[in-house]
């Protein structure tokens, strides 16, 4: 059953307008600067938005968490806007996604730090990722960003389980949320 995009937002975003507000700067802004391709701006809600939310479902209560790579803020926007009460932090190379990031989360309580995940010195209960690298090399420069017992949660297509052969102790999570896409992302745990 086909479930409206105004149910969506309203069962998983305690404040939709906040939301609504990325999304508009996304599908502009976005745009404009080259974050996301202008193909993509009738498909913002599905294939960017909504594709974030399974993750969302993994986090502890009060955790911290680093999404690496943002690029145009996502995971990671999203993940702070459906959970408030995660602390969530941006880590971004390139100065100009860093610009559109410290725009896009004006008024919010989310840290955006401009770098490489391997020269962050913080750690975090949480990383998190989407398209960034393959899970090994993932592994290799973010592993360093998790306290112990943390865990390196990797948003992945329908590719997870070919990449998940190098690594044994890979955890394959099928998210299935009602009206959105199959989630799939592989935890890779620290100390397990």
Same mark, same amino acid.
């Given at each position: 059953?086909?479930?409206?995009?105004?149910?969506?937002?309203?069962?998983?975003?305690?404040?939709?307008?906040?939301?609504?507000?990325?999304?508009?700067?996304?599908?502009?802004?976005?745009?404009?600067?080259?974050?996301?391709?202008?193909?993509?701006?009738?498909?913002?809600?599905?294939?960017?938005?909504?594709?974030?939310?399974?993750?969302?479902?993994?986090?502890?209560?009060?955790?911290?968490?680093?999404?690496?790579?943002?690029?145009?803020?996502?995971?990671?926007?999203?993940?702070?806007?459906?959970?408030?009460?995660?602390?969530?932090?941006?880590?971004?190379?390139?100065?100009?996604?860093?610009?559109?990031?410290?725009?896009?989360?004006?008024?919010?309580?989310?840290?955006?730090?401009?770098?490489?995940?391997?020269?962050?010195?913080?750690?975090?209960?949480?990383?998190?990722?989407?398209?960034?690298?393959?899970?090994?090399?993932?592994?290799?420069?973010?592993?360093?960003?998790?306290?112990?017992?943390?865990?390196?949660?990797?948003?992945?297509?329908?590719?997870?389980?070919?990449?998940?052969?190098?690594?044994? =102790?890979?955890?394959?999570?099928?998210?299935?949320?009602?009206?959105?896409?199959?989630?799939?992302?592989?935890?890779?745990? =620290?100390?397990?």
């Amino acid at each position: 059953m086909e479930v409206s995009r105004e149910t969506l937002i309203a069962r998983h975003f305690p404040d939709p307008d906040r939301i609504r507000a990325y999304a508009t700067f996304l599908e502009s802004v976005g745009i404009e600067r080259g974050l996301i391709g202008p193909r993509e701006a009738d498909r913002i809600w599905e294939r960017h938005i909504f594709n974030c939310l399974p993750v969302t479902t993994l986090f502890s209560e009060g955790a911290t968490v680093f999404d690496i790579g943002s690029g145009a803020g996502l995971p990671g926007i999203v993940i702070a806007l459906a959970r408030p009460d995660l602390k969530v932090t941006l880590i971004e190379p390139l100065e100009r996604r860093v610009e559109f990031l410290q725009e896009a989360v004006t008024g919010l309580e989310i840290e955006v730090i401009r770098g490489r995940a391997q020269d962050v010195k913080t750690t975090a209960h949480y990383v998190t990722a989407r398209a960034v690298a393959p899970l090994e090399k993932l592994k290799k420069i973010s592993f360093h960003l998790l306290k112990t017992h943390g865990s390196l949660l990797a948003m992945k297509g329908e590719k997870a389980q070919e990449e998940m052969k190098s690594l044994p =102790k890979a955890i394959l999570h099928e998210v299935n949320l009602e009206g959105i896409e199959l989630g799939r992302i592989v935890e890779i745990k =620290k100390g397990a």
